[in-house]
């Protein structure tokens, strides 16, 4: 699937075949991170050792250093999203995922990710709009569908 367009990728998103499905999916993922080579690449999955050993601010302060060096690094934009997401900083998220949007319209990741916050601050409506967002992508991401339906719920 590497040679394929982005256009194919996101159209093999929505295949009812769920091997091609996973396939793009992987594959989005892989372009992702590696969009600024070995360099960028290594230096998220330096920042995920330090979350991992609970060294957050210094990832943070690694993902932060990355993003200046490297302002269209979508990728780094969104490591750190999740990152405020995890401990809670939704409103910094939310900016971070918004960033990602912003030089990766079609990320389903950023997508989820933003109703993931919305949700947390209690913004069913603005959660529901993301994770459409994001089932628009991905057609057959049943965890959308799920947090869909659990907003809903909320609503009432």
């Not at 295949?15 to 989005?28: G, L, M, P, S, V």
């Not at 780094?76 to 912003?102: H, M, P």
């Not at 992508?137 to 909320?154: F, G, V």
Request: aromatic share 10%.
């Amino acid at each position: 699937m590497n040679n394929l367009s982005i256009n194919e990728l996101l159209e093999a998103l929505k295949n009812e075949n769920e091997t091609i499905r996973n396939e793009a999916t992987n594959e989005f993922w892989q372009r992702w991170f590696m969009q600024k080579g070995m360099y960028g690449w290594q230096l998220l999955q330096q920042s995920q050792k330090l979350i991992e050993v609970g060294h957050v601010s210094q990832a943070e302060e690694s993902l932060t250093l990355l993003i200046s060096d490297l302002p269209d690094f979508a990728e780094a934009w969104n490591r750190r999203a999740v990152l405020y997401y995890t401990i809670g900083e939704f409103a910094k998220s939310i900016q971070d995922c918004k960033k990602v949007l912003e030089l990766v319209p079609f990320h389903f990741g950023a997508w989820h990710g933003l109703g993931l916050c919305y949700a947390g601050l209690g913004e069913y409506r603005a959660a529901i709009q993301a994770f459409r967002k994001a089932l628009e992508i991905q057609p057959h991401a049943l965890i959308n569908q799920r947090l869909i339906l659990e907003c809903t719920a909320r609503l009432n």
